[in-house]
């Protein structure tokens, strides 16, 4: 069994930054990527960025490239969002998952684990 806790969200200005973590507890799968996804209520979840844990191949939605960046830190089985520049519409209930595959996906079903999610929240 997987367990994923994320932590890091909460109240900034517009322009801000935040930085997520995700720690997951137990190495779940021999290759696998995990993601970040956010929602809003009444929106579908939406994908945010992806990582090849073991290449550290990434990939982001565009309304988020060159503003924020994933990572990974293997030894402490921990992924980060790293959230530069952030504006009112990058508010959201932000999610991390894991996938057994080390293809990156954007799509929330190709998931398999999940954590509880963190709030943030970016004032104008």
């Known amino acids: 069994q997987v367990q994923l806790v994320e932590s890091g969200g909460g109240l900034v200005q517009a322009g801000g930054s935040l930085r997520l973590s995700c720690a997951a507890s137990g190495r779940p799968f021999s290759d696998y990527a995990m993601g970040w996804f956010r929602q809003v209520p009444g929106k579908e979840r939406e994908f945010v960025a992806a990582?090849?844990?073991?290449?550290?191949?990434?990939y982001y939605a565009d309304s988020v490239k060159s503003r924020f960046t994933i990572s990974r830190l293997n030894a402490k089985n921990t992924e980060y969002l790293q959230m530069n520049s952030l504006q009112p519409d990058d508010t959201a209930v932000y999610y991390c998952?894991?996938?057994?595959?080390?293809?990156?996906?954007?799509?929330?079903?190709?998931?398999?684990?999940w954590g509880q999610g963190t709030q943030v929240t970016v004032s104008s």
């Open positions: 990582i090849n844990w073991s290449t550290g191949d990434t």
């Open positions: 998952a894991v996938r057994n595959a080390g293809r990156v996906a954007t799509i929330p079903s190709e998931y398999d684990y």
